[in-house]
């Protein structure tokens, strides 16, 4: 099995009846990109831009910026990367930042809101961002979107940004693509409605989970609730695939559950275009993915959302594609 992983991890995913599963790496900064590419990543998924904003007395300016993202990218060249605007809060306060901690920072001033009410931060990511992309395919996506209201205020500083540059003559891609996190129930609900407003979605299973199950991943009482075979997650991972293919804009999935080969026949079913995961996950995920086949995989996807709990839909892959994944 190490060996055929090995193999598959150099390879394209393609499912037996010839479906390309795009399989990507979430990574944390330039020593992950290395890992991902030995690994097989045909690019990144998630650039965690947090790693940027730590350990130091103040915001990484605009040039520090570039100088990060276009070393992550050159090495990635030509494979492509999404990088996600910070996504910070009280779980991990930053002074500099006025990040106090917070009774509830699950529920709190984090990700897309903390953005937003510090625009001059987020102006300069996205100013940075697009400068990377003159010479390298990067795409930029934001975290925690819960409304309409977000993605359009995001949007129209990234407008402002563009702007600015343009009238600098600093050259960038006009074109860039522009995703949002689907990880607030919130945002499910509205699946159809955001999807007009983006050229992708990403599936944060992560995050998703604890705001579906209202359980604090972090707390271990509560934690296990958290899950994302939990058929309730997957009939809200359903929708939001389903709104994205319906407006014809791309999905990917890049929590936890995107990394587990009892999830692939699951994702691939409902209709993912791309996987994003830790690199190591990659090569069994390849794997998994070249010995399904779509029509098996949609039967199996149909007949989990009909499913009492995160324990039957286990066992029910395990029985149905054991010997698959
Ligand atoms: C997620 O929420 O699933 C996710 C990928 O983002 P993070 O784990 O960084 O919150
Ligand atoms: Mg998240």
Avoid at 54 to 82: C, G, H, K, N
Wanted: proline share 6%.
């Amino acid at each position: 099995i190490q060996q055929e992983q090995r193999t598959a991890a150099q390879q394209p995913a393609v499912t037996q009846d010839g479906r390309l599963i795009q399989i990507v790496a979430n990574i944390g900064g330039i020593a992950d990109a290395r890992v991902a590419l030995a690994n097989g990543a045909e690019g990144v998924g998630l650039l965690r831009s947090e790693f940027l904003y730590f350990d130091r007395e103040s915001s990484p300016t605009e040039e520090e910026q570039v100088e990060q993202y276009e070393a992550i990218a050159s090495m990635l060249s030509p494979r492509p990367l999404i990088i996600r605007t910070l996504d910070i809060g009280g779980d991990k306060p930053l002074s500099y930042l006025n990040l106090a901690s917070e009774p509830n920072p699950f529920l709190g001033w984090r990700g897309i809101r903390f953005l937003l009410d510090s625009p001059d931060v987020l102006k300069t990511q996205l100013r940075a961002i697009l400068r990377a992309t003159h010479h390298y395919p990067i795409k930029v996506m934001f975290p925690m979107i819960a409304c309409l209201r977000e993605i359009r205020a995001a949007k129209e500083i990234l407008a402002t940004a563009q702007a600015e540059l343009y009238r600098a003559g600093i050259p960038f891609n006009e074109s860039m693509e522009v995703g949002m996190m689907v990880e607030v129930p919130a945002a499910v609900a509205m699946a159809e409605k955001l999807a007009a407003e983006v050229d992708f979605f990403s599936i944060g299973t992560n995050d998703l989970s604890q705001y579906v199950m209202a359980s604090d991943r972090t707390n271990p009482k509560v934690a296990t609730l958290a899950d994302a075979f939990e058929p309730a997650v997957l009939r809200m991972i359903q929708q939001t695939i389903q709104a994205a293919r319906q407006a014809g804009i791309g999905v990917g999935v890049c929590g936890e559950l995107a990394s587990l080969p009892l999830a692939t026949p699951i994702l691939v079913g409902l209709g993912v275009d791309e996987l994003s995961m830790n690199p190591p996950s990659i090569g069994a995920i390849k794997a998994a993915v070249g010995r399904l086949s779509i029509e098996e995989a949609q039967a199996i996807a149909r007949d989990v959302l009909q499913l009492d709990s995160s324990e039957a839909v286990r066992e029910y892959v395990a029985q149905k594609a054991g010997r698959l994944i």
